[in-house]
């Protein structure tokens, strides 16, 4: 009886109804294959197996089989091998892609996927995802460019902790970056001018407010004066280059540079591992290395084909745009005063007491002074510092106990002549 039993799908048993209405002449050939949606070939050469073998027929031949594709035992070895020796904590995806590259297996990142699952050498993981608004990309290249400081062990205790400064093109997810030792003035302008130099002006900055890039302070009465609001060192510098400074109230808000982050925060780690780099300098000479590659990788077509980033303008010295810069007053000696530092003017006038200068310090450490829109020359005064006169210690006299009453015991001679009365008004004293 049970070898009777045809095991068919839903989709089969349809297929055969239809068929045996064709070969019962209930249905034309040309209606089943529209029905089926299959040529009027293809029914007939399934009217004949049917006929050939009867209702089994209908089943795909290649059912019960091995895929002749299949990955064999020895060669999922080899790959489970690898992975476990190499490439233990890399994901599907990049161990991939790292096998066909450094290792020649090529082997898709759906099956690898399996083949680790099924080793426990990878796990799924399952991230609650939270609603944010959508917001759709920028049509033009240089739009708009997100950016931000990344902390994060890049060296995996091999090196110093290092911060990776990035800029994301909003529109394309062109990635530029660079490490530094911190997240400050310097790695924003240093980094920026870099950008500059390479791509050109954006027309805007996207970024959150890192204290670096957006102050609490109240304006000053120059900036007062000149209607604008309280600026930092690196926003004055992005308004004198052009740019505008957008700040983020929300780290969603600038997605795309923290996913590019999530995502180099496992290949590039990965990367640098395999190879051995241990410190800043190798970590930024790696990088120009693999930047091409990732954004080959990972960048996207922008919807309309045109740069919006623009070339610096003739006389314009980014030199003396990326400095700390601040206001300073000529005192009545000629001297000017700079974070506990003393300059002298040299031909100064006496018209030029209690003017107002501009002190430029620039990363070089080199230090200019500028008045009514040219450069001043000066020299440093050391201040000698006062002489610190060691005064003698006199010796520090013990403190002098005061003396209590004296009580004289019951054996002196004072109470010989009533030695009980005396001995116990003794006793009630003590």
């Given at each position: 009886m049970?070898?009777?039993?045809?095991?068919?799908?839903?989709?089969?048993i349809?297929?055969l109804?239809?068929?045996?209405?064709?070969?019962?002449g209930?249905?034309?050939?040309e209606?089943?294959?529209e029905?089926l949606?299959?040529?009027?070939?293809?029914?007939r050469r399934?009217?004949?197996?049917?006929?050939?073998?009867?209702?089994?027929?209908?089943r795909?031949?290649?059912r019960?089989?091995?895929?002749?594709r299949?990955?064999?035992k020895?060669?999922?070895?080899?790959?489970i091998?690898?992975?476990?020796?190499?490439?233990?904590d890399?994901?599907p995806?990049?161990?991939?892609?790292?096998?066909?590259?450094?290792e020649?297996?090529r082997?898709?990142k759906e099956k690898l996927?399996?083949?680790m699952?099924?080793?426990?050498i990878w796990q799924r993981?399952?991230?609650?995802?939270?609603?944010h608004p959508?917001?759709?990309r920028k049509?033009?290249?240089?739009?708009?460019?997100?950016?931000d400081?990344?902390?994060?062990d890049w060296?995996?205790?091999?090196?110093?902790?290092l911060v990776?400064m990035?800029?994301?093109?909003d529109?394309?997810?062109?990635?530029f970056?660079?490490?530094?030792?911190?997240e400050?003035v310097?790695?924003?302008?240093?980094?920026?001018?870099r950008?500059?130099?390479?791509y050109g002006?954006?027309?805007?900055?996207y970024?959150d407010?890192?204290?670096?890039y957006?102050?609490?302070?109240?304006p000053?009465?120059?900036e007062l004066?000149?209607g604008?609001?309280?600026a930092?060192?690196f926003?004055?510098a992005?308004r004198e280059?052009?740019?505008?400074?957008?700040?983020?109230?929300?780290?969603?808000?600038?997605?795309?540079?923290?996913?590019?982050?999530?995502?180099?925060?496992?290949?590039?780690?990965?990367?640098?591992r395999?190879?051995?780099v241990n410190?800043i300098k190798?970590?930024?000479?790696f990088?120009?290395?693999?930047?091409p590659?990732?954004?080959?990788?990972?960048a996207k077509?922008?919807?309309k084909e045109?740069?919006?980033h623009q070339?610096?303008?003739k006389?314009?010295?980014?030199?003396?745009?990326?400095?700390l810069r601040?206001?300073?007053?000529?005192?009545?000696?000629?001297?000017i005063r700079?974070?506990?530092?003393?300059?002298?003017?040299?031909?100064?006038t006496?018209?030029?007491?209690?003017?107002?200068?501009?002190?430029r310090?620039?990363f070089d450490?080199?230090?200019?002074?500028?008045?009514?829109g040219?450069?001043?020359k000066?020299?440093e005064?050391?201040e000698?510092k006062?002489l610190?006169?060691?005064?003698k210690?006199?010796p520090v006299k013990?403190k002098?106990?005061?003396?209590?009453?004296y009580?004289?015991?019951?054996d002196?001679p004072?109470?010989?002549h009533?030695?009980?009365?005396?001995?116990?008004?003794?006793?009630?004293?003590?």
């Amino acid at each position: 009886m049970r070898e009777d039993i045809i095991a068919l799908s839903r989709k089969e048993i349809k297929k055969l109804r239809i068929i045996h209405m064709v070969m019962d002449g209930c249905m034309i050939q040309e209606k089943a294959g529209e029905l089926l949606g299959l040529s009027g070939r293809q029914v007939r050469r399934i009217i004949k197996k049917v006929k050939q073998q009867g209702d089994e027929g209908i089943r795909h031949g290649n059912r019960g089989r091995g895929s002749p594709r299949k990955m064999s035992k020895v060669y999922e070895d080899r790959v489970i091998h690898v992975i476990k020796e190499r490439y233990r904590d890399f994901g599907p995806t990049l161990a991939s892609e790292k096998l066909l590259e450094s290792e020649g297996i090529r082997i898709s990142k759906e099956k690898l996927r399996q083949v680790m699952l099924d080793q426990g050498i990878w796990q799924r993981k399952r991230r609650r995802r939270k609603i944010h608004p959508w917001r759709q990309r920028k049509e033009y290249l240089g739009e708009m460019v997100q950016m931000d400081g990344s902390h994060h062990d890049w060296l995996e205790g091999r090196g110093p902790q290092l911060v990776l400064m990035g800029y994301i093109d909003d529109a394309t997810n062109r990635f530029f970056g660079r490490f530094y030792d911190y997240e400050g003035v310097y790695p924003a302008m240093d980094t920026l001018e870099r950008y500059i130099r390479l791509y050109g002006v954006p027309v805007s900055l996207y970024l959150d407010k890192h204290s670096t890039y957006k102050t609490t302070r109240q304006p000053s009465v120059d900036e007062l004066l000149r209607g604008q609001s309280a600026a930092t060192q690196f926003e004055r510098a992005c308004r004198e280059v052009g740019t505008k400074v957008i700040h983020a109230h929300s780290p969603q808000a600038k997605g795309r540079i923290e996913r590019v982050f999530a995502t180099l925060q496992d290949r590039l780690v990965k990367e640098m591992r395999l190879a051995g780099v241990n410190t800043i300098k190798e970590a930024n000479e790696f990088l120009e290395y693999y930047l091409p590659k990732h954004n080959e990788r990972f960048a996207k077509e922008q919807l309309k084909e045109r740069d919006l980033h623009q070339s610096l303008p003739k006389g314009v010295n980014l030199y003396e745009i990326f400095c700390l810069r601040a206001p300073r007053t000529i005192n009545n000696g000629y001297i000017i005063r700079w974070k506990g530092r003393r300059f002298l003017i040299h031909n100064a006038t006496i018209a030029m007491r209690r003017r107002k200068v501009e002190v430029r310090e620039h990363f070089d450490s080199k230090i200019t002074i500028k008045f009514n829109g040219r450069y001043l020359k000066f020299q440093e005064v050391l201040e000698s510092k006062p002489l610190k006169i060691q005064q003698k210690k006199e010796p520090v006299k013990g403190k002098v106990s005061k003396k209590g009453k004296y009580i004289p015991p019951p054996d002196h001679p004072w109470r010989r002549h009533n030695p009980k009365l005396h001995h116990n008004r003794y006793l009630e004293r003590v």
